[in-house]
DNA sequence: CGCCCACTATTCACCCAGCGAATACCTCCG
DNA sequence: CGGAGGTATTCGCTGGGTGAATAGTGGGCG
């Protein structure tokens, strides 16, 4: 799933200056709270990999206050790493990679018409619901504008989801018949 | 992005018959034309695993023809595993798993507006690219519907990423600012 | 004073996912 | 007979991701 490269968003996060671990972690937390959560162990591992490609560099280590703590920075090549992504266009959809998709295409190889289409429904109701609960983050006072231009993204994914969930059940007899022909 | 759930797709395929590793493997391409590649590796590593937990067993081998080849089937645990599976409804969204959102994120963080802004725009240009093609494969006449339901999936989200590219565009000043507040 | 708790900071040990290369074994074709 | 090509599986390595463990420090409390 995803991978929302874990490494460029590090770069990034150090490019507003140099961090440990710890407070990487925090950094992201609170710039992409929304995003898939990230382990502190994640951080660590990704850090050492990006010092062993020479993207990051230790920028001394002390001890205030707390535990020994290294702090990294980020190297000239890893800055002009973090500049090409960043100007870089991602491929788009270059895969179907959902779990729904292949859950219906499973349901029409194991089972009946009529399981796929209950499954359909299922999943249509869950996601009117997480709709809902969405549109209410947007419309929350305390909502920052980070809060709505994420909720806008998932809002616009499940509105997605929910107009194919439409037309394919619509289709969903067809396509049976076409699999098992 | 793991995460299409290899192992019950296999478990699917597997409910159709008892079949060996490259059988999964075509049936999979067949299946699922348009999703994320699937190795061979990946195939026999995932059998393994699902043999160990004692979803599938080995139905024998034979030699007809070509190499030694293990079949395998499913077990009863297996098919009640893939019921499952089936019949529970996907959680949707529950976090924002797109490097698009991420990559957009970062750039108002190190860089201006303008930069996030064009980076906005070439790759609105890149999925309307993109949406061009998709609709191409669905009014091909040789399309049959497993091609234009998996196209509509993608156009769909597509649409979705558009959407939000242009309303994101309207706010990333906005955004920026207090991103820097 | 002694103790436990919470916070900071990092490390460790696993597991799964993904990819490419390597290894056989067979058939067919020239 | 010798190589190309399809069949079938294995291996090694890297990266991603999780949960537990470790370790030091400061604060509150009896």
Redesign the pocket.
């Known amino acids: ?7 460029h968003v590090l770069l990034g996060l150090l490019a507003g200056g140099s961090r ?4 990487l ?1 925090r950094a992201h937390d609170q710039r992409l709270p929304r995003a ?11 850090l ?2 990006l010092e ?2 020479g993207l990051v560099a230790t920028a001394g ?1 002390d ?9 990294y920075e980020l190297t000239d090549e890893g800055r002009s790493t973090l500049d090409h992504w960043l100007s870089a266009v991602e491929p788009p959809m270059p895969y179907v990679a959902s779990t729904l998709f292949a859950k219906v295409v499973v349901a029409l190889l194991v089972a009946d018409v009529d399981r796929a289409r209950s499954y359909l429904v299922s999943q249509r109701a869950a996601h009117t619901a997480r709709l809902r609960e969405l549109t209410a983050v947007k419309t929350d006072p305390a909502a920052t504008l980070n809060d709505v231009v994420a909720a806008d993204f998932a809002i616009a994914h499940l509105d997605a989801d929910l107009r194919w969930l439409h037309t394919t059940l619509g289709r969903v007899a067809d396509w049976h018949r076409e699999v098992h022909a």
């Open positions: 799933m995803g991978g929302v490269s874990t490494p440990h671990g710890y407070e972690k898939r959560p990230l382990a502190f162990g994640q951080v660590y591992a990704t050492g990999r062993r490609d280590q001890r205030a206050s707390g535990p020994d703590r290294t702090t």
